[in-house]
């Protein structure tokens, strides 16, 4: 909240998932959206509102079901995205744009929603709460002194997805990382791919298998004790952007300029160029912003030496 808005008042209308880890910032008022409920979902967001009214309303999710919960806000401005990237006839539902711009990370272009109403540049932080039960849960793991290496193998299982790293790449990684004398925990979700990768990959002991066993806010302090946090895009590299723990991110079918870990470029394995020259025959410049590369071979461009070389870097720095 910026300080010179000392009587600002913020509701953010969230989804259900996001709600566990972010529901108990103070200072904020949460509306969950759970779409799993279907249409009843929009009937419930919209009686929360009803007393409400609002200055501004930032519609900072560019698709069709935050287009309509988007009316469902009484306020004169409704300020979205350029039209260009404007996504799902979002400026039909808007009457006001941020600035139009190319190459922005997607963390910048959030941003510019609060400088559009007058918030000034700082730096950027995250506060999200952590209780005791979530801290003692991740001290566990990291006891005996050697430094912990949190891997999340997976990314959500969605159609033409292709954002996995294989199986078997993944256990020569963790082969390098126990030779050099680091413990390694594994995480994920509860889908069969996710419990496939843990159980191949923590057999003999070879890393512990925490993959479908925690909340969201023991996997966020688990990131904040970490030394070093391997993963490919997905949530885990900006959970860990957020407690300021470094991201390994291995990258190939989509662009890390766009959506990696924003304080962890350098540690970025970028295989996007490849990809796009390799898959769409075209080079990253001449492709829209952010488009993604939907080719199931395309994550193997990035080699275990790729991802090997960046773990020694860091670690003898």
Known sequence: MQDNWPDTRITWIIGKTEASLMADIPEIEFIIFDKSIGRRAYTEVHAQLSGHKFDVALCMHASMRANFLCRSVRTRVRLGFDYVRARDFQWLFTNRRITATTGEHALEAMMSFATAIGAQTRSIRWDIPLSEQARQFAAQYCAGGKPLVLISPCSSDRSRNYRNWSVDNYAAIIRHLRARGMRVVLTGGRSELEA??????????????????????????????????????????????????????????????????????????????????????????????????????????????????????????
């Not at 688990?222 to 952007?241: E, F, K, Q, R």
């Not at 769409?280 to 080699?303: C, F, N, Y």
């Open 196 to 317: 496939r990768y843990g159980k191949t990959l923590a057999a003999d002991g070879a890393a512990v298998n925490l993959i479908g066993k925690t909340s969201l806010k023991e996997l966020v302090a688990l990131i904040d004790a970490a030394a070093l946090v391997i993963c490919p895009d997905s949530g885990p590299a900006h959970m860990a952007t957020s407690v300021g723990t470094p991201v390994l991110g291995l990258y190939a079918t989509s662009n890390p300029d766009r959506t990696g870990p924003f304080f962890s470029r350098e540690l970025t394995v970028n295989r996007y160029p490849e990809a796009t020259h390799r898959y769409l025959g075209k080079s990253v410049e001449q492709l829209k912003w952010g488009q993604r590369v939907r080719h199931p071979e395309a994550m193997d461009l990035i080699t275990i030496d790729d991802v090997t070389d960046k773990i020694d870097t860091f670690f003898d720095i």
